[in-house]
């Protein structure tokens, strides 16, 4: 099982390399993916719920946007508790915008506000949004005011449900055959 799904994120992540976007639901398929290999590693330590409404399953978003967030709650925040946490993800609309929301449980960051924060994935993250889309997108890292501990990540950009013409691969416009 660990084996498929490390396939299966590897897979992903090289398609995911050849496109400029991707469905919500795929980007979900992956992360599920991730962490499917996180959980065994980290075993009942680790717990994940994701929320994907049926309106938002074609939504459009950078492929593994969202994996570096993931990872760093896993890293920094859920990691270093002996008991672990639970990682949600949740997608909603807002107006004309997606937002999707990356919330642990874990050790949380002091030294982490609002704006700021974060490393080298993180860093990324907010670059792949500026250069994407603009102010018309942002990245937010915060502790969790909900008196749960750890950290919300939050993405926002302009939603959007078919992929840019550029994104989608000549081959998926020409071929009719069943895989």
Do not use: K, W
């Not at 990872?71 to 949740?90: A, D, K, M, T, Y």
């Not at 807002?94 to 990356?102: M, S, Y």
């Not at 926002?156 to 992929?163: D, K, Q, V």
Request: with cysteine; aromatic share 4%; hydrophobic share 45%.
């Amino acid at each position: 099982a660990m084996l498929d799904r490390l396939i299966a994120f590897l897979r992903a992540s090289l398609a995911g390399s050849r496109s400029d976007s991707q469905s919500l639901a795929a980007e979900f398929a992956r992360l599920r993916d991730y962490l499917a290999l996180m959980e065994v590693r980290m075993g009942d330590r680790l717990a994940t719920r994701f929320t994907l409404p049926t309106t938002l399953v074609s939504a459009q978003i950078p492929p593994l946007l969202l994996q570096p967030i993931v990872e760093n709650s896993i890293r920094h925040g859920l990691e270093p508790q002996r008991e672990g946490g639970r990682i949600e993800i949740v997608a909603a609309r807002d107006g004309d915008a997606l937002v999707v929301t990356v919330r642990d449980t874990g050790a949380g960051a002091t030294d982490v506000t609002p704006t700021v924060g974060g490393g080298f994935g993180l860093d990324h993250v907010r670059e792949r949004l500026a250069t994407l889309y603009g102010s018309a997108a942002s990245f937010d890292l915060a502790p969790a005011t909900d008196g749960g501990g750890g950290m919300v990540a939050t993405v926002r950009l302009p939603l959007a449900t078919e992929a840019p013409a550029a994104a989608v691969p000549a081959s998926a416009t020409t071929c009719n055959r069943a895989p």
